[in-house]
């Protein structure tokens, strides 16, 4: 899912020239123009005919098998783009009466990050501690492909309920020349539900708010978030996120992706971040230090 979003944002042209100046226009230029009324004009009686002989041709009977057609492409067309979030809970055979606690760090214990089920909850003898929330804190530094450059970080706060909480900001810098800059902030926070997990997968989607703040004041939008943690084999970690919403009078898609060295509770990672707002794109190579507790 991720992968395909990205493919869309990099094949739409690119701006020329993306600035802060471009972003602001964006966010807070109301869309020009309004639409023009509708006019309903009366329908005009069809003609009709009657030859005398009797019509075989059933109305009511083809007016069901078209409701049942359409019925059929929209439950297919369901399925399909809910795939996202029933296959993962399939292809793990994960059921949310099964508990799943956490290590410290991924790869305490061996494989992956979480533990199911473990013995040790229980209070019976064992090697592993499990914990029934979990902390992340990160900060990272992207050098965007133009002049905007930006200094970031997250917190993720997450429960043996599935339930948890994120916050996301940047810092984005842009060099005008001669020593002048222009800045602001940008960013998300979202309620977070992990809907599938295993010892070393885990998905997570939720609802928030985007936000951009400057000098010039702060604007807000909605936000989706999907995004997947996989601990496939020590010490790797891969982290791949997609957002959707708007902000102000923009949409926004953001795109991010990173592969990540464990180290105890300290993970070094790197990666490429893309943020899609209105026509304006600030991306790059981001490159960070992530702390799990």
Known sequence: MAT?????VLTRPVAAGESLAGLRADVRTPPSGSPEPQVEKPDKPSPQYDDGYPNDYDDEEDDSMT???????????????????????????????????FSHYPYQYGDGYMLVDPAEALGLEGSRVPYRWSVRARGEFGNGLDDLDWIGGRLLVETK??????????????DLGGGIHDDAWLGDGNVLF????????????????????????????FNFTYAVDAQ?????????????????????????????????????????DLYDIGSTQIQGLVAGIQIWY
């Open 161 to 174: 309920s599935r339930w948890g909480v994120e916050g996301d900001f940047r810092y984005v810098l842009e």
């Open 67 to 101: 409701l049942g057609a359409y019925a059929g492409l929209v439950s297919l067309g369901t399925l399909v783009v809910a795939s996202p979030f029933w296959y993962p809970h399939l292809m793990m055979g994960d059921s949310l009466q099964t508990p799943a606690y």
């Open 232 to 272: 496939p084999v020590r010490p790797l970690v891969f982290t791949a996120e997609l957002d959707l919403g708007t902000l102000g009078n923009a949409s926004v898609v953001h795109v991010r992706t990173t592969a990540g060295v464990v180290l105890g509770v300290s993970e070094a990672y790197i990666g490429y």
């Open 194 to 221: 992990r809907f599938a997990q295993s010892e070393w997968l885990q998905f997570r989607t939720g609802l928030g708010v985007n936000y951009l703040s400057d000098r010039e004041g702060t604007d807000l939008g």
């Open 4 to 8: 395909l979003a990205m493919l869309l």
